[in-house]
C-alpha cells in the first residue's frame, strides 16, 4: 500500500499541545536526540492503540536551525516490509503552489494488505543543525474529515524555538444562497490574515472574510451570486507566506453545452419587439445546496411599434431559460425613474457580476432628452423574484471626456467588462458624437466607440480613454453611426499570436437605419491592450458581419442589429435583434482567426453550414425592415420541380411563390409581404418551406412594417 507524506519546510504559525492520535519518536523511542556528526536516523509514526491504523496522508512540519532535512527513500529493488510503511520515493515539488509551499511528497509501501499502524523513513541530519519537528493529519475516525490530529513533538540537538508552518488539510464550502461559506481544516491556522479562493479558468479571485478561527480551523464568507468552479484556497499569515488547498466546485444543472445552436425569442406581446439587450448565462440555488440550475437571461427593451416616443422604451423586459428553448417572462423587470436622470427611456442594458453583486449598466434619458450613463444592482439575477435597485445618479457623463460634443445628447449604448490588463478594473465601451468628426450639415457630428475605466475599482467613478479612432469616418470612409458597441477576444489566438497575448474583435451597429454590422480587430502583438484607442492598431475600414461571414463560408443573417457576444462553459454565442425578435446562434471557431455561426439561413429539415454543395439551396438576398418585400434565391443542382411556399409560426399557409418545373442553377423569386388573397401579412416571423426530389429547405423570415 502506499503512503503519502508531504514535507514543509517554511515556517510560519505555532502548533499547540494537544491530545495525540499520532505518536512521533526517534527509533531510539525517545522524543529528544542529540547527534555531533552528520548522521542517518530514523523516524517512527504510529498510530495510538485506539486508532489501530495510520491516515492515509500527513504532513511533517519542521523547524530548523540553518539546514534542510529530507526523507531518505529505499534503495531501488528493497522490497517493503510486511506491515510497516517505508519511504518507496521522494518527490520535489509538482505544481507551483508546492514550490511556494516548499513541499516535497513522501510515498511510502507496505507488504501488509491493511492499513498500516507504522511507518518508518530515514533522514539525514547535517551537523552543527538543531530543530523540531511534529506530524499533523485528519482524523482517520472521523468521516467528514473536519477534525485535525497532530503527534507531540521531538527535538534533535536540543531543539529551537520559532512557530510550525501553517497548512490546510481539508476545504469544504457550502453555497446554498449568494452567501459562500468556506471552512478550511488544518494547523496553524491562528496566524491566518487573509484568506482567498482563486477559481480555476482564471476568474478573478474572490476575497473571503474571516467569521471565525481557531488553531485547526478557519471559517470564511463572501457573496458570490455565481455557481463556483473548482478552486485553490489560499491562506495567507502575517507573515506573508501562503498555505494552499482545493475545494470543490458546485454542480451546475443543464450547462450551456446543451444548449440549442440556434432559437429565437419573441416578446408575448406581438405590438412590443426586442430592442438592445443584455445576454448572459449563470446559475441559481437549488434547494440541494452546492447544486444550481443553469440559466440563460435576455434583458431587453421593450419597443411598442403603437406608443408615441415619449411614451416608449420605458421598461426591460426579462426572459429566462434553461436551454433556450422553454421561457420565463417578467415584462416589467426594471422601469424608468421618475423624476430622475432616466425619467424618460431606459437604453442599452449590460450586465456584469462585479464584488458579489449583478450590476446592469444601462442608458438613461431624462425629461430634456439628456442621456448619461448609470447602473442598477441586485443580488441574484434569477427569475420573477429578481429585483434591481437603482443607483441615485448617473455615474459617467459626456462633461467627463475630452471627446464628446460639448452639449451632445448622444451618449449612449454602454458595455462594461473587466479590463484584461487589470482584474480590479472595469471598460466601459460605450457610443457618442466625436468632436473631432464633423458631419456635412452644421452642427452635425458623426459618432464613435469611446472608452472609459473605471477608478481604483469603484464604480461610481470613471476615467476618459478617449475614442477607437478605427470607428469614425474620417478614417474608416463609410462608417456614419456606431452603436451597440461590444469586444471579445478570439479564442484560436494561440493558433496564430504568442500565448501571452490577444487578439481581439470589436463590434459595432452602423449606418444611419442601424442595417450594417462592422467587425474591428486588434490584437497584442500590435498593440499593447485593448484600452490602447490608437488607429494602427485597429483594422480600418471596418468589415462588415455580412461580407465577413460570407467569405468564410457561412450564410450571413440579415436585418441584425446590436449584435451580443457571450461566452458560457465552453461554448461561444452571438445574439443580435431584428426589429421582431432576438437570434441567438452559436459560434464555431477554427484556426487561424475565424468564426462561423450556427445561425441556419437554411433551418429545420435544411442545410446547415456543412451542407453538401450537390443540394438546394435557399437564401435570401433582399429583406429590408419598413419594406414589404423579401427577396430569396433559389439554387438548385438541376432542372426539377420545386414548391416554394410561406408560413406563418403556427404552420398555416399564408402564400405559395413557386410551384412546377425550374431549371438548373438559380431562380429569383420576390415575396411582396401579401397572403394569398392579396392582404398584406402583418409583421412578424414567417417561413419559406422549399421542397425538391432533391431536398427540403426552410428559412426564417422576418417581416417588418
Known sequence: MHRALRTVVVMLALLP?????????????????????????????????????LPAEWRLLWV????????????????????????????????????AAHLVTARFCSAGGAASATAIFDLELPAQCRGKLKVVALDPADPDS???????EVTFNGGIDGPYPTVVLHVVQLHASEQLLVRAVGAGLTGASQITLRPAGGAPPIPLAVTAQSESELTAEAAVPSPLPASKVEV??????????????????????????????????????????????????????????????LIYIRHSRTLPDNQNDVTFGHAWSPDLQTWGQNLDAFHRGGADWDALHVWAPSIIEWNGLWRMFYTGVDMSQNQTIGYASTTMIGTANTVWQRQGLPVFRPVQTEWVVSGARDFRDPFVM????????????????????????????????????SVSGSLDAWRDLGYYRSTNSINSPGVRRAESPHAFPDPNFPFQWPADQAYWRLMFTDGPAGATQSILFQNKAVGPSLSDTTLDNWSHPPTTLYSYLHAVGTEPPYGWEA?????????DFMAAYDGVGIAITRMYWSPPAEFVLGYPSVAGAGDRQGAAEAGPRLVVTELVPGRQRVGLRLDLPAAMRADLTVYDVLGRKVQRLVEGDLPAGSTPVVWDGRDANGSAARTGMYFARLATPKGKRVLRLPLIR
Not at 70 to 91: F, N, W
Not at 563 to 571: D, F, H, L, P
Request: hydrophobic share 35%; aromatic share 8%.
Open 236 to 297: 495567507t499569515t502575517s507573515q506573508g507566506t501562503v498555505a494552499s488547498g482545493t475545494v470543490p466546485g458546485d454542480v451546475l444543472l443543464n450547462p450551456p453545452e446543451g444548449a440549442a445552436s440556434f432559437v429565437y425569442y419573441m416578446d408575448p406581446d406581438s405590438d412590443i419587439y426586442p430592442k438592445d439587450f443584455a445576454f448572459l448565462y449563470n446559475g441559481v440555488p437549488t434547494e440541494q445546496p452546492n447544486v444550481w440550475q443553469g440559466l440563460f437571461h
Open 418 to 453: 473587466v479590463d484584461p490588463d487589470d482584474p480590479g478594473q472595469l471598460l466601459m465601451f460605450y457610443v457618442a458624437l466625436n468632436r473631432h468628426d464633423p458631419g456635412p450639415g452644421p452642427n452635425e457630428y458623426h459618432q464613435a466607440v469611446g472608452l472609459a475605466a
Open 17 to 53: 499541545g494537544r491530545s495525540s492520535a499520532i505518536q512521533l519518536r526517534w527509533s531510539s523511542g525517545s522524543a529528544a536526540l542529540t547527534v555531533a556528526t552528520a548522521t542517518r536516523c530514523t523516524l517512527v509514526v504510529q498510530a495510538d492503540a485506539q486508532e489501530g491504523r
Open 64 to 99: 530548523a536551525d540553518g539546514c534542510d532535512i529530507r526523507p531518505i527513500p529505499l534503495p531501488p529493488q528493497t522490497t517493503c516490509r510486511q506491515d510497516v510503511a517505508e519511504a518507496s520515493s521522494v518527490a520535489d515539488p509538482a505544481s507551483s503552489e508546492e514550490v
Open 563 to 571: 449584435t451580443e457576444y457571450m461566452r458560457a462553459g465552453n461554448v
Open 146 to 152: 473536519s477534525r485535525a490530529v497532530q503527534s507531540q
